[in-house]
């Protein structure tokens, strides 16, 4: 039956998620002993702490252990970037939702009741939500941040049009389908093994050693996959990862921690709010001669990923444009929410959604589309960023152009102004949306990864890396590696649960390198054993050149003929002959350098480049709308798998048309998220989502940086629904052609009708 193993291999975890098979955190078989935890969180956004009293709590029958900051063996300590991240609250609570103590107990309803019984007095402090207030009362996270390029100030002078405004994009659940959670192990010598829904198994793990204060390889941390994280398990899935650690360390029993639907949305942070004010400049004939922009990002309580975030909308403040004079500043302000967190893009969007305000508001100074200022300021082969990198590979106008020949586009907008002049309560939108998205961490370090590769005696082969599956198809193409390196079929390959003890130092499994990176690194692994294979089958054979020697599907093959040496027998004699059959390897990005002092150089392995176009239906008596179609031209270099890119890209369009549209997080005055459950808060569901959404794929670009030079597929087509905001605006202008719009996401249908007759 290899045919139907095949298959399955193939799409492993799809036939497992289809049959309801595939394990999640919660789905681990329940340990002997196994306590639950519960946590109390702060019920203000901001505060002293006057009594934590917990002695009621302890009375509570099958408490097991109750554990405030005092507890804590090793340092409370959880910020990555900056420590400024209690696990547990000390002195002051700083959010709605901030943990201050651990319970575990014998059932889940006891340790709630423990929580319950807690005394908790806090005197309130004057919270603060608004970044830009923030900004006022110097509340940063870390000073500013300034790019630059050209010479702004005196640029203003060439210009025909300046235009300024200001822009705001909400925030946004990530809304995985498996919530946050863990269960932690104590070992025999004193060390725990975390089981942790993480994206950062290196990450879980160095906060818990810290936490426990014991050295990292007392720390083992296995995760098999998510379901989900979007960004949102970044970081986040560290303080309850770190708070299972400390109850299974503390009660020597092992404990498990999950949070419920609301408890997530509640707890943990989201994608960053940004209030931006924006100037940009052009000449009559669309070209963008400058543009400056302050950026106010609301980080929440503490740094955690903020100021890498920020780093990154600073990267990509331009968008797909080439500018010659640019000056960007980032602020990153503390606020009394809970610590904003990388989400998909990871502040990319937020920047390229201003850059396209700007470009919205320009048109509409020199009354001509948006599109002709886009495509006339489309970066070009080896123009220069304001980061000092250049534009290689520039595949920016070939995408524009395919979409507009593919789609018939000229045909589409005669149709739309037709439709427009036809109805009066009606109205279509049509926007093209560019992307250009740098690949690499920003941070030059966490490009790297390690893989390790075992052939068994039968000739099965099991591949371990630092990438976690969380939905995205990594395992599948890593599976794709090895059998290409091999040429041996997919289902002698196995791709291995991400375990801190196989793998070490790993990088979060995020930045839409994963594939990338852990590719890379699992290839020259199975390249280093290949080479060992090719030696032996020379031995074999008696010949001395083993560059003369081939394996092609499961055979071995001498100056291109087949020899009756096959990869069962190949790999038995390799054994027989006492030669490894197991390699690691490690993979570092060749080529970054970046000059944070002068914020200049060279920070991408390369740029993933596509075109969008959108067209909606607005009703201008409901404020109702329909995203009709998003058609893309997407730069996926040389695709690896065409389904699983095919996936990432529709996942992301609809992903990004939420966070524009009818995703909308509201807070009480006092900093409580109201919108706390699926009731509340709107995703797009199949009905809303695009009637039709065409991916088609730009044919002849090939990127030596990828595997099999393909090109990340994870973050990049999430800003292509950014394109459905600008539609609505344009839809809405054809309702309402006087009005000059404000800039502000999310465009709810309750803010298109405020916006049409407010
Ligand atoms: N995470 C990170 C990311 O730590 N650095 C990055 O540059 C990044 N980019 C996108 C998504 N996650
Ligand atoms: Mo990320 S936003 O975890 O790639």
Redesign the pocket.
Known sequence: MKSRDTRINFSADAALHTRGESHFIDDAPLAEGLLYAAVLTSPEAHGKIKNLGTKEAQKVPGVRGLFTSEDIPGENQIGVIIPDEPLLAEDTVDYVGQPLALVVADSEEAAGKAVRAIQLEIEELPPVFDPRKAFDKGFLIVPPRIFSSGDVDSAWEECDVIVEGRAESGPQEHLYLETQGAHAFPLEDGGVKIISATQSPTGVQRAAARVLGLSLHKVEVEVLRLGGAF?GK?EQAVPWAAMAALGAFMSKKPVKLVLHRHEDMCLTGKRHPYSSDFKIGLKNNGEIIAYEITFFQNAGASAD?SP??L??TLFHTTGSYYIPNVRATGISCRTNLPPNT?C???G?PQAMFVMEAAIFKAARALDVEPAVIQKKNLLKEGDQFHYGMRAHNCQALRCWEAVEKRYDCEKTRKRVEEFNAANPLIKKGLYFMPVCFGI????KT?NQAGALVHIYTDGSVSVSTGAVEMGQGVKVKIIQVASRVFSIPAHRIRIESTNTSKVANTS?T???TGADLNGKAAELACRAIYMRLKKEAADELGKENPDEIEIRDEAVYYQGERTDITWNKLIQSMYQNRINLSAQAHYATPGLNFDKGREKGEPFAYHVFGTAITEVSLDCLRGTYEIDSVQVVHDGGTVLNELIDRGQAEGGIVQGIGWLTVEELLYSEDGRLLTESLSSYKVPDIYFAPEKIEVYFLPDSVNPMGIFNSKAIG?PPFMYGIGSYYALLSAMGAFRPERDFEISAPLTPEKVLLSLYG
């Open positions: 960004g970044e990923l890498s975030i780093g990154r990388a998909r893009g990871f990319g690499s961490f920003t941070n966490l979060p995020a930045a839409s973050e």
